[in-house]
């Protein structure tokens, strides 16, 4: 089967498409016949070597933590799924990923797809739209009624989360550039800040959540805009613990964890239509060098996916 990989850790240039032998499932595990994978930050961030720490993997390694397929082979333990099951899921990022035609994961990590859709948009759900469910509802605690900023909210996390954060019944502020204004007014924000000419801190205040995806300035202004008790939940390194402390509000930084039963909850709203993935551009899995450097510069509106068949 293709598949690409990695040898060693550097720039786009290191991926490399590769002939290799279809994997096994163990006994606790599914083979999926990957149609679609999407291009996440941490993809390019363990390609560089940024993230060995957090995910040690050995290399040569296959990168893609999206996927959506169709089981093709079930491991002897595994009793939940049968061959033919259509599946969406987070592969585990210290693994071999879903830039390839096949893949073997644990039958624990992932859960039939939305029926609506077909295994192109499928594919841009699990970890972007995991990632928005946790940092709102598991550490952001949202309730109806609170007002919630979504830093970065027009990109892959960022579009999940503003539509949960609608669906839940808060109050939803994101920060965008100008031209994804009124695109986040449709997609369930009351009001976008264009961060390259508003300072947010400057008018926002008594917010009770802030999903921060952006880290650093953004993260420690982000303190200055809560309501006391109020949180900041990050996806990138809490680093200001100390000035949080102070101000009596709560920093708290989360991994992305696979959890079927959400991804369910996230198939059920894609269902009855209340939420949608949002797709830049859809490529074959064999551009993903292209896609990457696009995902890199940081500007994607929404997911890129590459498809697979
Ligand atoms: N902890 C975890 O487990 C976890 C899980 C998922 C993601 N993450 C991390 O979370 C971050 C976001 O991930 P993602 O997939 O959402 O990234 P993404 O899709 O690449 O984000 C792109 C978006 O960022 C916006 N943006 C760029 N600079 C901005 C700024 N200063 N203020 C507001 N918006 C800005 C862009 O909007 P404009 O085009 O309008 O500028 C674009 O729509 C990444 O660093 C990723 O590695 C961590």
Known sequence: MKAVRIHDFGGPEV?????????????DEVLIKVHATSVNPVDWKIREGLRKDK???????TLGWDVSGILEDIGEKVSAFKKGDEVYGRPDPTKNGAYAEYITVKANIISVKPTSIG?????????????AWQGLFDYGLLKAGQ??????????????????????????????????ADFLKRLGADEVIDYKMEDFESVLNDVDLVLDTIGK?????????????????????????????????????FTTQSVPAQLSEIANLIDSG????????????TSAKQAQIESEQGHTRGKIILQVI
Request: aromatic share 6%; proline share 9%.
């Open 15 to 27: 991926l490399s498409i590769d002939e290799i032998p279809v994997p096994k499932p163990a006994p």
């Open 55 to 61: 995910f040690p993997a050995k290399l040569p390694l």
């Open 119 to 131: 295994h192109t948009e499928a594919a841009a759900v699990p970890l972007a739209g995991l990632t």
């Open 147 to 180: 007002k919630v900023l979504i830093h970065a909210a027009a990109g892959g996390v960022g579009t999940y989360a503003v539509q949960f954060a609608k669906w839940k019944g808060a109050y939803v502020i994101g920060t965008a550039s100008a031209n994804n």
């Open 217 to 253: 300035e953004t993260q420690l202004k982000s303190l200055n805009v809560l309501k006391d008790g109020g949180r900041v939940v990050t996806t990138l390194m809490p680093e200001f613990t100390a000035e949080a402390k102070a101000k009596k509000v709560h920093l708290i930084g």
């Open 274 to 285: 209340k939420v949608k993935p949002v797709i830049e551009k859809v490529l074959p899995f």
